[in-house]
C-alpha cells in the first residue's frame, strides 16, 4: 500500500492518465479507418440469401443487421429484400421472433437490375415476342446465355446516345446560333444547308438507335418473387445474375472484382445510388491536376521571391505570417470568394467578352471546373509556399556559394542548383496540396461541382479539355448520397466504399508525402526551422 | 579552331544573355510573387466589397418635374415608366413616363364623371362609385397585343368587373376587397367600407347582384368618430381609425363584431399595409407613425404596435407600398417619406409644397408626388438592401408574426411577401456552441496526448505515433461528417448513456487493476511499462466499453427510468435531436486533435533539456518535471495550437453541415443541434441571387469567417515566434 501512495504521488498516475488520452486518440483512428475499411470492403462480397417465414408470409433477402434485445426493445433483424418497384422499399425490420423456417434456398437469385435496384427471387421465364422460349431452371440457363450480348447491345446503345447524338445536338446548336447572328443571306444558306444534313444524320441516328431499342425490348424475363409476385422487365433492363447460395469461392472471388470494377469503371445509376463512380473519380482527378499545375508555378514563385530575392525585413515577415495563415482559413471562405470573383466577375465577364451569343445561358459565368481548380489553388497555395521555403532554405550555402564562384548569374544559381535540390520539397508541398484538394468538398459545392454532371471536362469532341463545364466529385459524392438522396439507407453501402477510396486515396498521398520528407531531411541534416 | 577573339566575343553573348536572363527573371519573380501575395491578400478586400453595399445609405436623386392633367389617384406601373391617373371626368389614363406624353385613355367603364372612388391600390386595383351609382371593381392590367415589344403602343385594360347598384348616399369609398367566393355559388364577393352622412357603413355583396344593397352602419362604440377604415387582406377584419385615437379591430364574419381596441395617442387620420398585409400602418393627425400587428395575448389575438418610426410633419394623408420587400410611402402635404418596416429605416424623405398625391413603383425605387398646381414631381430611390440595418443584423427585431423582439435568422421564404430576418446572432452563436462542444472534447485529449508523447513515450512509439496523428489531420472532413451524421449519430441516440458511462467505467476497470501493477517486480515494470503505458491502456479502454456497454440499460433502468430520453423530456424539458452538438463536438473534436496536438507536441519537444534535466536532477519525478516545468515552459506554444484549433473548428463546414440539422436555433442543451457561420453559407449560397441582400449577407459572414480566423492565426504565430527565438537562447 505505501508503495502504492508513493506511485501516487510521484504523479505516475497521471502519466497513466495522459497515455490514456492518446491510447484514446489512437483507439479512435484505428476505429474509424478499420470501420470505413471493414464498411467499405464488404460491400461487394455477396451475402447469402436467407428465406425465412415472417409474419406476412415468406421473405428472401439479405441479413443486414441484428440489433440484441436492448432495453424493453426484443431483438431484431434487418433484411434487405430489395423489389423497390414491388414492396416499395429496400429494407424491412423483423422481431427476431416473428421468424422462423430460415433456410437458404440454392436456386435464390439476386438479380441486379438498371432499374428499381436489386430483385430477390427466381426467374419464372423469359420471352421473345410474347412467345415462351423457356421457363423456370432452363431460364436462367438461357437469360445467362443470352445477358452477354443484350449487355454489349446496351453499351451500344449508351455510347450513340451518349458520344454521337450529344455532338450532334452541339454541333446543331452551334449551327443556330450562328445563324442568328449570321446576315449575309449566302452565308445563312449555306448555314442551313449545313443544318440540314444534320439533322438527317440526326435522324438516322435515331432510327438507328429506336431499332436497336425495339431490339432490347423483344425479349423479356418473368421474375417472380418469394411470396409469388411477378414482374415482367426486358432482359437489356438486367446487369447480372447472381446465384448468392450457389457460388463457390472462386465464383465469389470473380463476383467481387466483377462488382468493384463496375464501380470503378461505370457510370453511376439510379440517381448515383448505384453503378459505379467514374465521372466522381475522373473529376476529382481532373480537377486535382488542373490545381496541381496552376498550384505549383504560383507557389513556387511567391516562395522564391520570400526566400531568395525580398529583402528580409518586417514587410517580408508579415507577408510569410499573412501567407501561413491562409492555411488557415476556412476552406468556405475561399469558396464564396470562388463564387463571387471567379464565378461572377471574371467568368461573367468572359461570358460578356466572348460568349454573349449564348447569353443568359452563362458559360463561363457559372460553376465550372476551371474556377473549381483556381479556387483549390489558392487554398493550397500556402501549403506549396510554406513547403517550398523549407526546402529553399535547406539547399546548403556552400553549394550556392561554389556556383556563385563559378561566374554563375543568380538564375543561373537557383534554377541549375537550388530549385533541382529543392525539388523533393516542392514535390512534397505538391502532394500534400493535392491531398487537401481532394478532400475538400465545401469551396467545391459554390464553384462547379455537381451530382450528376451530363458530360465529363475532358472527351473526344472539340476542343476535348471543356474547362468551363461542372463535375463531379468523391467528396461531394459522399455527401449527396448519403444526405440528398431520397433512398440514402440503400445507398450507404456505396457512400462506405466511396468515403473507403477516397480516404486510401488521400492516407496514400500523404504517405508518400511523409516518405519524401522524411528522405529530404535524412539527407539535408535535420529540421531547418 | 576558333579563333580566340571570336571565342571571346562568344562568351562575351554568352555572359550578356546569362546577365539579361537573370535580370528579366529576378524582375518577373519579383513582379510575380509580388502580385500572388497581392492577390492573396486581395481575397478579404474583395470579399469586404461585396458585403460593403449593404452599409450604403440610400440615395435618391430629383428627376424632372413636369406637368399631369389633375388628378384624384396616382400610380406607378411595375417598369416605373408609366403612371395611371384616375379623375373623376376623364376615368382612367396613362402617361409615359418622364415625358408625359399620354398613352391610352380607358373609355368605357362605370358613367363619368364618377361620384366617388377608393385610392389606387399598389396592384391596380380600384373601386368605383358611378354617375348611376353602381359600383364597379376594376383591376388594371397590362395588355400587350402580340408581337408588340414598343411599350407605347401597349394598353392598360381597367378589367372592369361587375356592378353592384347601392342604397344610400356614400361620401367617400375607403376601402374594398374582392374575395373568391367560398360556397357552392362560388362567385366573387365584394366588400366595400365607405363613409356616409350618418357615419362608417359597410356592405358585402356578390358581384352579379342587380338588386340595389343596402349600407350597414359599422357599430361604432359611442362617442367615436370613425376617419378612416380598411379592410384586412381577407376581408375577414376591419380595421377602423377613429377621431378619438382608438384603433378599433372588427370581426367581420357575419355581422361586424368588435374585438379589441388600441389607443395610439393622437387622432388617427390613415391606415394602410405593408406587402403581405400583417403589418397595419397608422398614420396620426400631427404626424405619429406606427405599426400594428396581431399579436396572441392569453389566447385571443389583439393589436399591437411593434415598429415605431420618427414622426412626420403633419397629418398623414396616406400610404402605399412597394412589392418588392417590406418598404411603404407615407406622405403629409408638406413631407413625403419612405420607411423600411423590419429595419425601421427611414430611406428616403423630402419637403414639397402642396402634396396631394404621392406613390411609389412597385419595385421601390421611383417616387411620385403630384401637388396642387397641377406638377408633378419625381425622385429616384436607390435602397437595394433597405431589409438589412446594424440593428436587423446584430440586435434583436421583432418580425411580423412574432410576439417579441427576437434573434431570428431565415433568409427565405415561400412567398413574395415574405419578410426576410437576416439575424446574424443565431449564427455566431451556433458557431460558438459547435467551437466550444468541439474544444470540450479535443483540448484535453490532444493536449495530454501531446504531453505523453514528448515527455514519457518511448522513442519507437514516438516515431509511429506522430505520423499516424499527422495522417489523421489529413482525414477530409466530408468523410468525418458522413460517419457523424449517418452513423454516430444514430449510435449515439441508441447508446448515449454507456457512452457517457465509459470514462467512469475505464477509470473503474484501472483502479481495480493499478494495486495489481504497483505489486508487479520493478524489473517488469520498467521493461513493460515506462513509454509503452499507451498500449497497456487500449485493452483497458475497449474493458471499459464493454463494461459501460454491459452496465448501460441496466443504469438507465435504475435511475433514468427506462429511457434517459423520456427522462431528459420529462425531468429537465430537453428535447433530444438525433443529430446534436454532441455529436458535432465529437466528429469535430476529431478533426482539430491533430492540429493541436501536432502543434502543442512540437511545443513540449523544443523545451530545452538543459531544464528537464536540472529538475530531475533535483529530485523531481517525471510527472512533476513535466507539469511543472515542460508544461509552463511550452504553455505559449499550447496556446497558439489552441488558436489554431479555434480557427479550424470556426470554419469547419462539412461535418458541421452533415452532423446537426441545422437548425439556427438559440440554445445551449447538448441535446440539440445548431447552426454555424460556416455551414449556413454552404447552404444558403447556391439559390442566394446575385448581389441581392442574401448573398451580400452571407459575403459578410464569410467576412466574419475570415477575419475572425486571421486573428486566431496571427496571434497564434506571433506567440508561437516568440517561443522559438526564447527557446533559442538556451
Known amino acids: 500500500m505505501k508503495l502504492f501512495m508513493q506511485w501516487l504521488r510521484r504523479g505516475n498516475v497521471f502519466i497513466w492518465f495522459s497515455g490514456t488520452m492518446l491510447s484514446i486518440c489512437l483507439l479512435m483512428i484505428v476505429g474509424l479507418v478499420g470501420f470505413i475499411a471493414a464498411k467499405g470492403l464488404v460491400v461487394f462480397w455477396p451475402q447469402a440469401l436467407v428465406q425465412v417465414h415472417g409474419p406476412e408470409g415468406e421473405v428472401l433477402g439479405e441479413i443486414t443487421s441484428y440489433e440484441a434485445p436492448f432495453g424493453t426493445e426484443p431483438a431484431k433483424v434487418q433484411f434487405r429484400v430489395g423489389n423497390r418497384d414491388i414492396y416499395g422499399q429496400d429494407f424491412k425490420w423483423f422481431k427476431a421472433a416473428e421468424i422462423s423456417r430460415r433456410q437458404e434456398p440454392k436456386d435464390a437469385l439476386l438479380i441486379e437490375r438498371l432499374e428499381n435496384g436489386a430483385f430477390f427471387g427466381s426467374i419464372r421465364d423469359i420471352t421473345q415476342d410474347g412467345q415462351p422460349i423457356a421457363i423456370a431452371g432452363a431460364a436462367v440457363e438461357e437469360v445467362k446465355r443470352r445477358l452477354p450480348a443484350m449487355n454489349k447491345l446496351q453499351a451500344q446503345i449508351r455510347k450513340i446516345e451518349k458520344g454521337a447524338v450529344g455532338d450532334l445536338n452541339r454541333k446543331l446548336e452551334d449551327c443556330r446560333r450562328t445563324m442568328e447572328s449570321e446576315s449575309s443571306a449566302k452565308a445563312r444558306a449555306a448555314l442551313e444547308q449545313k443544318e440540314q444534313s444534320l439533322k438527317s444524320q440526326y435522324d438516322q441516328l435515331q432510327t438507328e438507335l429506336d431499332q436497336l431499342r425495339v431490339k432490347v425490348k423483344t425479349i423479356s424475363v418473368t421474375l417472380l418473387t418469394v411470396d409469388g409476385k411477378t414482374k415482367e422487365i426486358p432482359l437489356g433492363g438486367i446487369v447480372r445474375i447472381v446465384p448468392a447460395n450457389d457460388l463457390n469461392w472462386f465464383g465469389k472471388v470473380r463476383l467481387y472484382f466483377s462488382r468493384l470494377w463496375e464501380f470503378v469503371a461505370d457510370d453511376p445509376r439510379e440517381s448515383n445510388t448505384e453503378g459505379g463512380i467514374f465521372p466522381a473519380i475522373f473529376g476529382t482527378v481532373m480537377m486535382v491536376l488542373i490545381m496541381s499545375m496552376l498550384v505549383v508555378p504560383l507557389g513556387v514563385v511567391t516562395a522564391l521571391f520570400l526566400r531568395e530575392y525580398a529583402k528580409d525585413g518586417l514587410l517580408v515577415r508579415a507577408v510569410r505570417v499573412a501567407v501561413n495563415n491562409l492555411a488557415g482559413v476556412p476552406s ?148 449527396d448520397v448519403g444526405f440528398q438522396s431520397p433512398n440514402s439507407e440503400a445507398a450507404k453501402p456505396m457512400v462506405f466504399m466511396t468515403a473507403l477510396l477516397l480516404l486510401f486515396v488521400v492516407v496514400m498521398l500523404n504517405l508518400v508525402a511523409l516518405r519524401l520528407r522524411r528522405k529530404l531531411r535524412a539527407r539535408l541534416g535535420g529540421s531547418t526551422f | 579552331m576558333t579563333h580566340p577573339n571570336q571565342e571571346n566575343q562568344e562568351s562575351h553573348r554568352v555572359q550578356k544573355r546569362a546577365r539579361l536572363v537573370d535580370r528579366l527573371m529576378a524582375g518577373v519573380i519579383s513582379v510575380g510573387g509580388l502580385t500572388i501575395i497581392a492577390a492573396v491578400l486581395g481575397m478579404m478586400v474583395f470579399i469586404a466589397k461585396e458585403a460593403l453595399p449593404l452599409f450604403k445609405p440610400p440615395s ?136 356616409t352622412s350618418s357615419g362608417l357603413a359597410w356592405l358585402e355583396a356578390s358581384l352579379d347582384e342587380t338588386q340595389p344593397i343596402a349600407l350597414k352602419l359599422v357599430p361604432l362604440p359611442s362617442g367615436l368618430n370613425a376617419t378612416c377604415a380598411i379592410w384586412n387582406l381577407d376581408a375577414r377584419a376591419l380595421y377602423v381609425g377613429t377621431q378619438e385615437g382608438a384603433i378599433l379591430d372588427f370581426k367581420m364574419e357575419g355581422e361586424p363584431e368588435l374585438l379589441t381596441r388600441s389607443e395610439f395617442g393622437e387622432p388617427i387620420s390613415s391606415l394602410g399595409f405593408t406587402i403581405g398585409g400583417t403589418s397595419l400602418l397608422v398614420g396620426g393627425a400631427k404626424g405619429k407613425l406606427a405599426a400594428y400587428q396581431q399579436v396572441r395575448v392569453n389566447e385571443v389575438f389583439q393589436l399591437q404596435p411593434f415598429h415605431a418610426f420618427p414622426a412626420l410633419d403633419g397629418e398623414v394623408l396616406g400610404f402605399t407600398y412597394g412589392l418588392r420587400d417590406k418598404r411603404f410611402l407615407a406622405w403629409t402635404s408638406t413631407q413625403v417619406v419612405v420607411d ?54 446584430w440586435g434583436k427585431v421583432h418580425y411580423e408574426g412574432y410576439e417579441k423582439p427576437d434573434f431570428v435568422w431565415q433568409s427565405t421564404g415561400g412567398t413574395d411577401d415574405f419578410e426576410p430576418k437576416f439575424g446574424m446572432m443565431p449564427l455566431i452563436f451556433g458557431t460558438l456552441k459547435g467551437t466550444l462542444y468541439a474544444m470540450l472534447f479535443a483540448l484535453p485529449l490532444a493536449i495530454f496526448a501531446a504531453l505523453y508523447t514528448s515527455q514519457f513515450a ?128 465529437f466528429a469535430m473534436g476529431f478533426a482539430v ?40 515552459t511550452a504553455s505559449p506554444g499550447i496556446f497558439s495550437a489552441v488558436m489554431v484549433g479555434l480557427g479550424r473548428a470556426i470554419g469547419e463546414t462539412m461535418i458541421v453541415l452533415m452532423a446537426t440539422g441545422n437548425t439556427p436555433v438559440m440554445d445551449w442543451s447538448p441535446f440539440n443541434g445548431m447552426r454555424t457561420l460556416a455551414a449556413n453559407i454552404a447552404v444558403e449560397i447556391p439559390e442566394a441571387p446575385l448581389h441581392g441582400s442574401l448573398y451580400r449577407v452571407l459575403f459578410l459572414a464569410a467576412l466574419l469567417l475570415f477575419a475572425f480566423t486571421f486573428v ?10 516568440r517561443l522559438r527565438k526564447r527557446f533559442e537562447t538556451f
Open chain 2, 60 to 195: 435618391s436623386a430629383a428627376l424632372s418635374a413636369f406637368k399631369l392633367p389633375p388628378s384624384q389617384g396616382l400610380l406607378l406601373d411595375e417598369s416605373g415608366k408609366a403612371a395611371v391617373l384616375v379623375s373623376p371626368r376623364e376615368g382612367l389614363h396613362v402617361h409615359r413616363l418622364p415625358d408625359g406624353h399620354l398613352l391610352s385613355t380607358s373609355t368605357d367603364g362605370p358613367k363619368r364623371p364618377w361620384l366617388s372612388h377608393t385610392p389606387l391600390q399598389p396592384r391596380g386595383e380600384l373601386l368605383v362609385q358611378g354617375e348611376d351609382g353602381k359600383l364597379t371593381a376594376g383591376a388594371l392590367k397590362w395588355a400587350k397585343p402580340s408581337g408588340e415589344n414598343n411599350p407605347a403602343n401597349w394598353t392598360l385594360e381597367p378589367n372592369w368587373q361587375g356592378s353592384v347598384p347601392v342604397l344610400g348616399a356614400i361620401q367617400k369609398l375607403l376601402s374594398f376587397r374582392l374575395t373568391e367566393g367560398t360556397g357552392l355559388g362560388g362567385g366573387r364577393t365584394l366588400r366595400v367600407v365607405a363613409s
Open chain 1, 332 to 479: 468556405i471562405v475561399f469558396g464564396v470568394f470562388g463564387l463571387g470573383f471567379f464565378v461572377y466577375a471574371v467568368g461573367g465577364t468572359l461570358d460578356q467578352l466572348f460568349y454573349s451569343s449564348k447569353l443568359p445561358t452563362p458559360t463561363f459565368g457559372t460553376g465550372g471546373i476551371i474556377w473549381a481548380s483556381l479556387t483549390l489553388a489558392l487554398l493550397t497555395v500556402p501549403v506549396v509556399v510554406v513547403a517550398t521555403e523549407e526546402a529553399l532554405a535547406a539547399v546548403p550555402r556552400n553549394q550556392r556559394e561554389a556556383s556563385l564562384a563559378l561566374g554563375a548569374t543568380k538564375w543561373q544559381t537557383i534554377w541549375n542548383v537550388v530549385l533541382p535540390g529543392a525539388a523533393p520539397g516542392i514535390l512534397t508541398g505538391l502532394i500534400l496540396a493535392m491531398s487537401r484538394g481532394a478532400g475538400e468538398v465545401a469551396p467545391l459545392m459554390l464553384t462547379g461541382v455537381v451530382k450528376l454532371a451530363p458530360a465529363m471536362p475532358l472527351d473526344g469532341s472539340f476542343p476535348f479539355l471543356h474547362l468551363d463545364r461542372k463535375f463531379m466529385h468523391l467528396g461531394f459524392h459522399i455527401y
Open chain 2, 458 to 585: 518511448s522513442l519507437n512509439l514516438r516515431n509511429t505515433i506522430k505520423p499516424a496523428v499527422e495522417i489523421m489531420a489529413a482525414l477530409p472532413s466530408v468523410v468525418l461528417g458522413f460517419l457523424a451524421g449517418l452513423v454516430l449519430a444514430p449510435l449515439f441516440e441508441k447508446i448515449a448513456v454507456e457512452l457517457l458511462l465509459f470514462p467512469f467505467a475505464t477509470l473503474f476497470c484501472m483502479l481495480l487493476l493499478i494495486p495489481f501493477w504497483s505489486r508487479l517486480p520493478q524489473k517488469w515494470r520498467t521493461i513493460w511499462g515506462d513509454g509503452r503505458e499507451v498500449i497497456w491502456v487500449a485493452p483497458l479502454l475497449i474493458l471499459g466499453l464493454f463494461v459501460a456497454y454491459q452496465t448501460g440499460p441496466w443504469f438507465e433502468r435504475a435511475f433514468l427510468g427506462g429511457s434517459y430520453r423520456a427522462w431528459l423530456q420529462s425531468a429537465h424539458g430537453i428535447t433530444f435531436d438525433q443529430r446534436n452538438s454532441l455529436v458535432v463536438g
Open chain 2, 712 to 721: 486566431l492565426n496571427t496571434i497564434a504565430e506571433l506567440v508561437r515566434q
Open chain 2, 593 to 632: 486533435i491533430p492540429i493541436i496536438f501536432t502543434i502543442s507536441e512540437d511545443a513540449l519537444n523544443s523545451v530545452p533539456k538543459s531544464l528537464t534535466s536540472a529538475s530531475l536532477a533535483c529530485g523531481a519525478s517525471p510527472w512533476q518535471t513535466a507539469w511543472r516545468v515542460v508544461l509552463p
Open chain 2, 340 to 393: 423600411h418596416l423590419t429595419t425601421e429605416r427611414r430611406l428616403f424623405s423630402v419637403m414639397v409644397d402642396q402634396a396631394t398625391q404621392a406613390t411609389i413603383a412597385p419595385r421601390g425605387d421611383l417616387i411620385l408626388v403630384g401637388t396642387t398646381d397641377g406638377r408633378v414631381r419625381s425622385w429616384s430611390l436607390s435602397a437595394p438592401h433597405a431589409d438589412v440595418s446594424q440593428k436587423s443584423l
